[in-house]
């Protein structure tokens, strides 16, 4: 595992807020989440801002450069180092030559496309969305009922921070039994999968077992979840179709909970 350094002092993931009823005197208290920015650097040049819940960072560092295929692997890091500043966070990558001539490379195909001026920037990006995913396993994965429902049933509390504020997502990873292995919050659901992902590279966990989402399946959960080699995904909310297609392409299986708490395979 590659070195962390850690500066400053870290945000906490959610703050208190008084609100007040519209019909009568009554006052209470809410806990907010925060909504910090995450600046991702690598080797003094600068790739994205993404708005996060501040936890979990080494995870979340991690899961996004694996994601975004900056890295293959953890060992393509050299070091990391998190900076903790009034107004957001800063992530810095020492990443290995091979890994930034790539990353070069990338920028200057990017350049490239943004200063053509003939109205197709982004191309790149609308290519990658529609290019069919690869297989990574030959066949679907089934998982039994009572696993899949166990998970959802003590998923809830095992979600500190959306306890707290009902408003975050989580992401975990389960195994075939249906016993929720490890958890990951933020925000935003796709963060929250980041983090997760991370923390599984970290772990060296195979990923025999299933995704579990607090959130809808949507498109960038799918391509993440390929790029992780995981097999199945189970959430709160039903998939999209762009999540559908992109799942066939995969073999990966979806489920989803039903209006009566149940679980459906959606195909």
């Not at 703050?15 to 209470?28: A, F, I, M, N, P």
Request: charged content about 25%; proline content about 5%.
């Amino acid at each position: 595992m590659f070195p962390v350094t850690i500066t400053g002092d870290a945000a906490l993931p959610d703050k208190q807020t008084r609100v007040y009823s519209l019909d009568t005197t009554k006052e209470g208290v809410w806990h907010i989440p925060e909504e910090t920015p995450v600046a991702f650097v690598y080797n003094r040049r600068n790739y994205a801002v993404m708005l996060a819940t501040p936890t979990d960072m080494t995870d979340f560092a991690l899961g996004f450069s694996l994601g975004e295929r900056i890295i293959l692997t953890p060992d393509d890091i050299e070091n990391l180092e998190i900076r903790h500043l009034d107004k957001g966070i800063e992530l810095h990558f020492k990443i290995n030559a091979e890994r930034l001539e790539a990353f070069d490379a990338r920028a200057r195909r990017r350049n490239l496309v943004g200063t053509a001026g003939c109205g197709i920037c982004g191309l790149e990006n609308a290519d990658a969305l529609f290019a069919p995913l690869k297989p990574f396993t030959n066949t679907a994965t089934k998982i039994p009922k009572l696993a899949l429902e166990t998970a959802m049933a003590n998923f809830k509390a095992l979600q500190p921070i959306n306890q707290r504020t009902k408003s975050v997502h989580g992401a975990a990873w389960v195994d075939m039994n249906g016993t929720i292995q490890m958890v990951r919050e933020d925000v935003g659901r796709h963060n929250a999968l980041d983090k997760l992902i991370g923390a599984m590279s970290s772990a060296k966990i195979n990923p025999e077992g299933f995704l579990l989402m607090s959130s809808r399946c949507s498109y960038e959960i799918i391509d993440k979840a390929a790029r992780a080699k995981i097999p199945v995904i189970l959430s709160f909310s039903g998939p999209t179709n762009l999540a559908l297609t992109k799942a066939a392409q995969a073999n990966i299986t979806i489920y989803a909970r039903d209006k009566t708490g149940g679980v459906k395979r959606i195909e």
